[in-house]
């Protein structure tokens, strides 16, 4: 799961970097990037919630299981 989360920095980074970097700064071509780097943090975002969850369930999971 933290591979996910390397990937899509990685994605953000190139991103930005393509944007800045861009030959082809029209308002459209921008406007797509500023989506795609709104979409790849979200999925940042939800991807690092999602293993806050996991550990939070195989923590709970594990401590019911002492209680047997």
Excluded: P, W
Aim: positive net charge.
């Amino acid at each position: 799961m933290m591979k996910n989360v390397e990937v899509f920095a990685e994605q953000k980074n190139n991103l930005q970097k393509l944007r800045t970097e861009s030959m082809y700064r029209d308002k459209c071509t921008l406007q797509v990037m500023d989506l795609c780097l709104e979409a790849a943090c979200k999925i940042e975002h939800q991807q690092k919630e999602i293993m806050i969850l996991r550990n939070l369930l195989k923590n709970n999971k594990n401590g019911q299981e002492k209680n047997i």
